[in-house]
C-alpha cells in the first residue's frame, strides 16, 4: 500500500472545464468591454475585473488545496460571485440599451452551446456568422435554422455578444456550483491537511512499531 503523501496533487486548474470556460468569458469581456463601454468608465474596469477574478481565483483555489480545502472552498465561491457580479453587468447593458436577453430555450442559446467554442475567436465567428444569417433571412429570431418573421428586426452585434457572455457566464457558474459540491464532500469524507497530517503521522508511528529492531 502507498504511503499517503504529505502534499496531494493540486494545481491542475487548467485542466478544469470551470476555468476553460471563465478564461473564455474574461476573453470575450475584455472583446466586449473596449468595444461597447467607454474604456474611461468605472463600468469597463469593473466588468474586466469582475472576469478576471473568475478565472485567478479557479487558479488560487486550485493551488491553494494542497494545504487547505477551506481556502479552496472559499476562492472556488469567489470566483463564482464574481462571475455573478460580471452577469448582472451584461443583464444592465441589454436593459439599459432597450436590447432583448434571449430566453432560456431560445435556439440561439443551444446552437452557441452546441458549437463548444474554446476560444474568443470562435466566438466571434459564430456571432458573425448568426448576424448575417438573420440580415439574409436564413434564420430569423427564432435562431439558426429558424424561418423568418415578418418586418422581424435582426440581433444586433452587441445584442449577440452579450447574450453569447450570459450564455456562457451561466455555463461557468454551474460548472462552479459542481464544483463547490464536490470539494465539499471531499472535506467531509477526507478532512483537511491537518487530518492529512495526523494519519500520516499515525501510519508512520505503526509502522515504526511493526518494523523488527536488530
Request: contains cysteine; charged residues 25%.
Amino acid at each position: 500500500m502507498n504511503p499517503e503523501p504529505v502534499i496531494p496533487p493540486h494545481g491542475g486548474y487548467r485542466n478544469l472545464k470551470s476555468f476553460q470556460v471563465a478564461q473564455l468569458v474574461y476573453d470575450l469581456t475584455v472583446r466586449f468591454c473596449d468595444s461597447y463601454i467607454d474604456r474611461r468608465s468605472r463600468t469597463h474596469d469593473q466588468m474586466v475585473q469582475a472576469a478576471r477574478s473568475g478565472v485567478q481565483n479557479i487558479a488560487e483555489g486550485s493551488l491553494a488545496s494542497a494545504t487547505s480545502k477551506a481556502t479552496e472552498m472559499k476562492l472556488t465561491n469567489v470566483a463564482k460571485a464574481s462571475l455573478g457580479e460580471l452577469l448582472r453587468d451584461y443583464e444592465d447593458f441589454l436593459r439599459q440599451r432597450g436590447l432583448p436577453q434571449w430566453e432560456k430555450d431560445d435556439p440561439r442559446r443551444e446552437d452557441l452551446f452546441q458549437q463548444r467554442c474554446s476560444t474568443a475567436d470562435e466566438v466571434a465567428q459564430w456571432a458573425a456568422r448568426l448576424h448575417e444569417g438573420e440580415r439574409s433571412g436564413l434564420c430569423g429570431p427564432g435562431g439558426p435554422g429558424g424561418q423568418q418573421q415578418p418586418n422581424a428586426k435582426s440581433a444586433t452585434y452587441p445584442e449577440i455578444a452579450a447574450n453569447a457572455a450570459l450564455l456562457l457566464i451561466t455555463v461557468a457558474i454551474s460548472l462552479l456550483d459542481r464544483q463547490l459540491i464536490a470539494q465539499a464532500e471531499t472535506f467531509e469524507k477526507e478532512g483537511g491537511f491537518r487530518e492529512r497530517l495526523y494519519r500520516i503521522r499515525q501510519q508512520a508511528r505503526r509502522n515504526s512499531k511493526d518494523t523488527p529492531g536488530p
